[in-house]
């Protein structure tokens, strides 16, 4: 069973700076089964990048993932209010236990 | 666009079975590369997907819940829906169904999120 790690467990920055998420699989995955999501208060998830690297329909492109292999990357490129929440990453039938982007 | 809502009682008791109903609206819960998936989150806790059924009737269930959990599916009526046995408290979350692009397995689109606690 592939277990994911992401990190850092709690990020704080500045509405215009720049957010990395980090997510680590215990093996090597196929970037098309990667995804992310991003959940805010008292919502569902939404998707936000599958394929590793593709944004999902919607998703601005300040948006980006890359990564292969065991080691994956979220980039927000300049925060907006809106984009403070949690982030998951995903592989099939597991989840990461999320990074919460908070506002510093 | 493709929508979906559960439906289902909030409240169960401890050692009964949870029920619950996904209806998929937009679209045929029969077309497309899909399987229609439950996922659940406890109250400040991450996400445990649960498992997910494609229309052909296949299966595929978390093996840590495997043994309390069936997913079925009923086509005429476009809905899917969650059986989880011999509840305790531990399974009190919010419990979402969402669709699964095979063959990648990403979540795309989520209903809303239906809170059930087991409570006596």
């Known amino acids: 069973e592939i277990v994911l790690t992401q990190s850092p467990g709690t990020l704080s920055l500045s509405p215009g700076e720049r957010a990395t998420l980090s997510c680590r699989a215990s093996?090597?995955?196929?970037?098309?089964?990667l995804a992310w999501y991003q959940q805010k208060p008292g919502q569902a998830p939404r998707l936000l990048i599958y394929g590793a690297s593709t944004r999902a329909t919607g998703i601005p492109d300040r948006f980006s993932g890359s990564g292969s292999g065991t080691d994956f990357t979220l980039t927000i490129s300049r925060l907006e209010a809106e984009d403070f929440a949690v982030y998951y990453c995903?592989?099939?039938?597991?989840f990461g236990p999320g990074t919460k982007v908070d506002i510093k | 666009q493709v929508q979906l809502q559960e439906s289902g009682p909030g409240l169960v008791k401890p050692s009964q079975t949870l029920s619950l109903t996904c209806t998929v609206s937009?679209?045929?819960?029969?077309?497309?590369?899909?399987?229609w998936s439950w996922i659940r989150q406890p109250a400040g806790k991450g996400l445990e997907w649960i498992g997910r059924i494609h229309t052909s009737g296949s299966t595929n269930y978390n093996p840590s819940l495997k043994s309390r959990v069936s997913i079925s599916v009923d086509t005429s009526k476009n809905q899917f829906s969650l059986k989880l046995s011999s509840v305790t408290a531990a399974d009190t979350a919010v419990y979402y169904c969402a669709r699964w692009w095979d063959p990648w397995g990403w979540f795309d689109p989520w209903g809303q999120g239906t809170l059930v606690t087991v409570s006596s």
């Open positions: 937009g679209g045929s819960i029969s077309s497309g590369s899909y399987s």
């Open positions: 995903q592989q099939y039938g597991t």
């Open positions: 093996q090597s995955v196929s970037s098309s089964f």
